[in-house]
């Protein structure tokens, strides 16, 4: 079946603007998370969502971060006034539910900021 | 706080050798470990837990509390098995967020 999906896969952005990541689940999967990971580095837990509800957000570095699952399905992570140190790979990973279950990752979004 | 170890950044072995990635964690409380993996342009993917106590593509890892270590285990190293490995751990309560190691690249030479 189709797994986690992300989309775009590759964004290059100039300093200072805004740029939306969308992450789909896999259909049924009520937990959603976002992970970012440097070069180099494994990933980093940003941010968490059991359906709709967004249950913790304690990784995510700065309030320029903001993300969203407003139906309990697809998710947009959102990078206000881009800085270099932005530049990651965002994965999103899904699981059925919270607890125990594994989490599937997706492919990334591989962000670039000029 | 939690924290996973990953001491080699690389490790090169050869095709039928044996096999070991450490892993070294501190944990207030007992976590759940994992070894995840990601073959070149593939995603990242689950290779086996401890609460399984699975043996995935002939890999085990054994959790020593005493020595708060999960180090992942071959005993005949297949080509195949070139890739980055990442040692993660997470609550058995709360979000279940994981937290990941740096990883390991492993190379297996011909």
């Known amino acids: 079946g189709a797994g986690v999906s992300q989309s775009p896969r590759y964004k290059v952005a100039k300093r200072g603007q805004d740029v939306a990541l969308r992450c789909d689940p896999i259909?049924?999967?009520?937990?959603l998370f976002w992970y970012q990971q440097a070069l180099g580095q494994g990933p980093e837990f940003l941010t968490y969502?059991?359906?709709?509800?967004?249950?913790?957000k304690s990784g995510l570095p700065s309030d320029r971060f903001f993300a969203e699952r407003p139906e309990g399905s697809v998710s947009t992570l959102k990078i206000q006034r881009t800085q270099q140190e932005d530049s990651a790979v965002y994965l999103c990973?899904?699981?059925?539910?919270?607890?125990?279950?594994?989490?599937?990752f997706g492919p990334g979004t591989r962000l670039t900021v000029l | 706080a939690q924290r996973v170890t990953q001491p080699e950044k690389l490790l090169s072995v050869f095709k039928g050798a044996p096999v070991e990635l450490k892993c070294n964690y501190s944990?207030?409380?007992?976590?759940?470990l994992f070894w995840y993996v990601q073959y070149s342009r593939q995603r990242l993917q689950l290779l086996l837990r401890?609460?399984s106590r699975e043996s995935i593509k002939g890999f085990t890892a054994d959790l020593n509390k005493g020595e708060t270590s999960f180090h992942l285990k071959k005993p005949f190293a297949q080509e195949e098995d070139s890739a980055m490995y990442y040692c993660?751990?997470?609550?058995?309560?709360?979000?279940?967020?994981?937290?990941f190691g740096q990883g390991t690249r492993l190379t297996i030479n011909p």
């Open positions: 969502f059991q359906n709709e509800a967004q249950l913790d």
């Open positions: 993660a751990l997470t609550s058995f309560q709360g979000a279940q967020k994981l937290v």
């Open positions: 401890h609460i």
């Open positions: 259909s049924g999967h009520v937990s």
């Open positions: 990973a899904s699981s059925h539910v919270a607890a125990s279950d594994t989490q599937y």
């Open positions: 944990y207030s409380g007992s976590p759940e």
